[in-house]
């Protein structure tokens, strides 16, 4: 189960992927949830990826990739 700061970050990856057609930074995703630090988007998307709604490339920016919506359903990636 997500919490509510988690749905929010989560949509607005799946939002901003769809407009733009990659993933946010941190520091976007740090603007537009209205955390303190990136050091607390970090931890947010932690969860979400043990929760497994999305998986990220440690050393690679915009790696994040949405597996789940905040509904549960899977996202479809093309060629995955």
Not at 11 to 33: C, H, K, L, W, Y
């Amino acid at each position: 189960m997500l919490t509510v700061r988690q749905k929010t970050i989560q949509g607005f990856i799946v939002r901003f992927q769809r407009v733009n057609g990659f993933a946010p930074t941190i520091q976007e995703i740090m603007v537009d949830s209205g955390l303190a630090s990136l050091s607390s988007v970090v931890y947010q998307l932690d969860q979400l990826q043990e929760k497994g709604y999305i998986t990220r490339a440690a050393a690679s920016a915009r790696s994040i990739r949405v597996l789940l919506t905040v509904n549960g359903k899977g996202v479809h990636h093309g060629n995955s």
